[in-house]
């Protein structure tokens, strides 16, 4: 990674962007790991998303917060892989396996081996705007192999409306960040998907969001 | 001697705040030695935001005209992005949302060059017309009258009205009236936050009646009637360091600002309360959102405005 360039961009152009045109307000800031490993696990409305989630940790742990991305999209040309490996510090995961016995979340668990926090998206990729999405598994498979890092659920509400998928006009709203309890692995797969699904609707439960349809 | 660009009289006033606010500061820390049991913390922070607010709004006018304008068009936007948050909007509607944005930089573009027809104009017809035609052309006419009505509702009240502050400061040098145009804000700002802050503190003390107890329950007719009087009191003071008002008109403009404070604020009440919150935001720590903030401003700023132009420039 571009230790100089990730600053830039991170600390001086996404924070200006995300506090001045947009606003945050974050609830049980407290609540954030003050180091890895750990698993940041959000609902994904927006590109934004994995911004705002990086720009929430102080700028002395930039070095090791990491967005687990899809290989397929962000290293689609080379100027895209440049900027996703280099200056945001993606993961690249792949969706679809090659073989029947690959393991597309092995370089996620080398991010975590490493101590490194990890911005993770369970609904997989960006949903319709402001509606939670089914979970994909592999928040439980990964918790499941890492018994002691602890995942932190992560409600964001606001993007889907700043930046929805499939739109390039950023028009300002405040945005929400609510913080859940740390969760570790339970023992039981179906249960952890639940559980977390549980924190956050309670999360959601929180706030008051006017409609937006 | 000059500090920055402000008159003596600005420094003076501004000085003034400064010490009611280190004696507010100690008044708390005394306290919290007296009753080490109760919990001043919302104070400590409403006391300390209101140090950070006045250290901005101080800064800003002493930059001169053009980065005071800055400055109110930023409040403007920062009360309309709070307000579109917490209403509801539709999602087809993003676009006519940015349009509405729009209109921020080109009112406070009219403000700084001193164009007046355009200021007075603009937003109310140019703004209504762009805007809802534009809204038209989404084509989605489901709710369609709630979404234009509160959008423009946004642009008259975060942007039309809050724009009056800054013309303030353009208003003498454009009509060589007497005083300069930062007087007449740190006038005006400094006599609504007074009045907010006063009938806050004659209703907790006194308060009995209430005046409009389904909107703002906290609201008292003895809070009301001593904030007014206590601010009316403060403008006929103040007066002679910073406006061209006499003593009558003084008068006037502290009743006028009394009760528009007050009106301004009750509005926002009934906006929460629709909505179901009780605060517009978390932005300002112990105060709740921008809008919390400038709710009074909303109506004093034009009706201040008016007074003042129409008699005396």
């Known amino acids: 990674m571009n230790r100089v360039l990730r600053w830039l961009f991170f600390v001086v152009l996404v924070r200006g962007v995300v506090r001045v045109l947009l606003g945050l307000n974050v609830r049980h800031r407290e609540r954030l790991p003050a180091g890895g490993p750990a698993i940041l696990a959000a609902n994904h409305n927006s590109h934004l998303d994995t911004l705002v989630l990086i720009s929430l940790l102080p700028p002395s742990l930039l070095p090791r917060i990491r967005p687990v991305a899809a290989a397929d999209y962000f290293l689609r040309n080379r100027l895209m892989a440049w900027f996703s490996t280099k200056v945001i510090g993606v993961i690249p995961i792949k969706r679809q396996r090659d073989r029947p016995d690959e393991d597309l979340l092995e370089p996620v668990c080398e991010a975590l081996r490493r101590g490194e ?79 977390y699904r549980a924190a956050m609707d309670a999360l959601a439960a929180e706030g008051h969001f006017p409609p937006w349809k | 001697m000059n500090v920055l660009q402000l008159s003596r009289e600005v420094q003076w006033v501004l000085a003034g705040i400064g010490a009611l606010l280190v004696v507010a500061t100690l008044v708390t820390r005394l306290l919290k030695v007296r009753n080490p049991g109760s919990d001043y913390r919302e104070l400590t922070q409403r006391i300390h935001a209101w140090w950070v607010m006045v250290a901005i709004f101080a800064v800003a006018l002493g930059l001169g005209e053009r980065w005071s304008i800055a400055f109110f068009a930023f409040v403007s936007f920062l009360a309309l992005k709070e307000y579109l948050s917490l209403i509801p909007t539709r999602r087809a509607d993003r676009r006519v949302i940015f349009w509405a944005y729009l209109t921020i930089p080109v009112q406070y573009w009219w403000v700084a060059e001193g164009y007046f027809s355009m200021f007075t104009l603009f937003i109310p017809v140019w703004g209504l017309f762009i805007v809802s035609t534009r809204m038209v052309l989404v084509q989605e006419t489901h709710d369609f009258l709630r979404a234009v009505g509160t959008l423009q509702w946004g642009m008259m009240t975060m942007v039309f009205a809050l724009s009056h502050v800054a013309y303030l400061l353009v208003l003498p040098a454009q009509s060589g009236g007497p005083g300069d145009g930062a007087s007449l804000v740190v006038y005006l700002v400094l006599l609504t936050e007074f009045n907010d802050v006063a009938q806050y503190v004659w209703g907790k003390t006194f308060g009995k009646h209430k005046v409009v107890p389904k909107v703002s329950p906290g609201k008292t007719v003895e809070g009301l009637a001593g904030g007014i009087v206590t601010t009316t009191g403060l403008a006929v003071l103040l007066a002679p360091w910073l406006t061209p008002l006499d003593r009558w008109d003084a008068v006037a403009a502290g009743l006028l600002i009394g009760m528009g404070g007050f009106l301004g604020d009750i509005t926002i009440s009934s906006v929460k309360r629709d909505i179901g919150v009780k605060d517009s935001g978390t932005m300002i720590a112990g105060h709740g959102g921008v809008l919390d903030r400038v709710n009074s401003l909303m109506a004093t700023a034009p009706l201040f405005f008016h007074f003042i132009r129409f008699f005396y420039y």
């Open chain 1, 117 to 195: 926090i990890v911005c993770f998206f369970p609904e997989g990729s960006r949903g319709e705007p402001e509606r939670f999405k089914p979970l994909k598994s592999g928040i439980a498979r990964l918790a499941e192999r890492f018994p002691d890092v602890p995942v932190y659920p992560i409600y964001l509400h606001g993007l889907g409306k700043a930046l929805p998928k499939g739109e390039a006009l950023l028009v300002p709203f405040f945005l929400d960040v609510f913080v859940g309890e740390p969760m570790r692995w339970g023992g039981d797969r179906e249960r952890f998907l639940a559980d």
